[in-house]
């Protein structure tokens, strides 16, 4: 099986997957920290996927989301975005809305507490 359909069945078959640099309970890098702080913190119960351990997964994610940086976010096979627009939805309510949308789990209170905490 090619990286590219590793991936997409990794994405279709799970409600929610960050492609990252480490894991969620030891990211290797910032930006994946800060995706994989905001999903833990607010009880998303997702698959995380190490590109480090894989660097045919490494690149093709790059290819198959035509977005050139990792972390990754996908909810419901949908490509959300990386570090910077995850921070901005989950600072807008737009990650609260996104997860009611699409019947994902979290807990409302700790995304509220996100909120507060950077208002």
Do not use: H
């Not at 910032?30 to 996927?49: C, K, T, W």
């Not at 699409?102 to 700790?110: D, H, L, R």
């Amino acid at each position: 099986m090619s990286a590219i359909d590793q991936i997409r069945e990794t994405v279709e078959n799970n409600d929610v997957v960050l492609y990252m640099k480490g894991t969620k309970m030891m990211p290797q890098c910032g930006f994946s920290s800060r995706v994989a702080g905001v999903l833990n913190f607010m009880g998303v119960d997702y698959v995380d996927v190490n590109v480090l351990a894989d660097d045919a997964v490494r690149q093709g994610i790059k290819e198959f989301s035509d977005w050139p940086t990792i972390p990754q976010l996908y909810v419901k096979g949908e490509f959300v975005g990386g570090c910077d627009i995850v921070t901005e939805m989950t600072l807008s309510g737009e990650l609260d809305q996104l997860f009611d949308n699409k019947g994902v789990t979290y807990n409302k209170e700790a995304a509220d507490q996100i909120r507060a905490a950077n208002a």
